[in-house]
């Protein structure tokens, strides 16, 4: 305790204002500030780290400083994460301050994606909030809800590679083998195309004769 208000004692002597002086810019002033409170709260994780260390971490939720009229406990396969929270608050806040995962994907209550069943409800994390239960609200999440699944792969690997080869491969043998089997068509068609282009020609010199 004494550490911590040594700590906030410090922030608050480097964030007062001062008294205007020809130095640096506000711009920059602020920048200053900026890392000067940074460097405290570092400063103060690490020392947060060092007495978890030697005291043991919390325990339970009011040691975890957590405050709210209810206890909500998130259920997922033989794991329980409780926190605290008032009544109405989102649901998906309540989530977060629990450290549990839930996938979400369109965040509009649409797609189902991030479903939790609440008193044998679904409900849809994204758009719900805590309703008031008299006992702590248990809230069962899936297990197949779990960080790092459901990402897309990598686009290239060394399958994709050899099957972009392979494929290639057989395109250009399909090319030759219709062309070698298609050559004497595609002479027939150039040559129809030419006689078809003749007739033409001799017909509308013949319109002209006619004019004359």
Sequence with gaps: MILRLTLLGSAAGLLAPRPPTRGPGPRRARLCTALRAKTLQRKWQNERTKLAD???APTSIEDKGLAGAMTVAF??????KLTRCD????LSEVASQADQFIRYKCKK???GTCEVQINGKWVRTCVA???????TLEVTVKGTMV??????SKFYSVKSIFMGLYNNI???VGFVKTSA??????KDRLEGEDDIAKLVAARKAARELEKA
């Design 54 to 56: 030697e005291f043991g």
């Design 75 to 80: 259920k997922q396969g033989n794991s329980t």
């Design 87 to 90: 009544v109405g608050a989102p």
């Design 109 to 111: 209550g649409q797609c």
């Design 129 to 135: 909030t805590v309703p008031y239960v008299e006992d």
């Design 147 to 152: 960080a790092g699944q459901g990402k897309a």
């Design 170 to 172: 057989l395109g250009m």
């Design 181 to 186: 089997t298609e050559g004497g068509n595609f």
